[in-house]
């Protein structure tokens, strides 16, 4: 009987838990959607590898509830980011805006291939302008024939 009771318990627990999220999340498709992808878009400033969205810390539990405050007043997305990097600065785009303050982290990459590039070709040049291409004399023919002529008895390996 204990038994019984205590698996209605833990089920009503388990329900009501799936119940009270699905109470949050439905209050406006639209906002939820709107509310999802701009999630996503947004970094955890205390996690800072994960999405406001993924994230359990409870900063981002409090930006999340602002964010969907600011929604249900009827701000714009633009608007909601604007005064969320105000707030926080850039850090909290995961795609940081292409500015001049942003150009190595954009750009590095690029120009450390390039200058990698450069470097490499210009050792392979320089390495082929030192290899000299000279016939083999008599004797280091000779010597050659030696070292690959195979004796009787012994196989090449």
């Given at each position: 009987m204990k038994r019984l009771a205590l698996l209605i318990l833990l089920s009503l627990c388990l329900v009501s838990g799936v119940v009270a999220k699905d109470a949050q999340s439905t209050e406006d498709p639209r906002i939820e959607q709107r509310f999802k992808n701009l999630t996503q878009q947004l970094r955890c400033p205390v996690c800072q590898n994960e999405t406001l969205a993924d994230s359990n810390?409870?900063?981002?539990?409090?930006?999340?509830?602002?964010?969907?405050?600011?929604?249900?007043?009827?701000?714009?997305?633009?608007?909601i980011i604007a005064f969320l990097t105000e707030r926080y600065g850039q850090f909290i785009l995961y795609r940081p805006q292409v500015t001049p303050t942003t150009y190595l982290l954009w750009f590095g990459p690029f120009l450390l291939l390039a200058a990698g590039l450069v470097i490499l070709f210009r050792y392979i040049q320089q390495r082929r302008n030192t290899i000299v291409d000279a016939p083999l004399t008599s004797e280091e023919r000779k010597r050659a024939a030696e070292l690959l002529a195979v004796e009787p008895g012994r196989e090449n390996i």
């Open positions: 810390a409870e900063l981002a539990k409090q930006m999340r509830d602002q964010i969907r405050e600011q929604m249900k007043a009827g701000k714009t997305d633009k608007e």
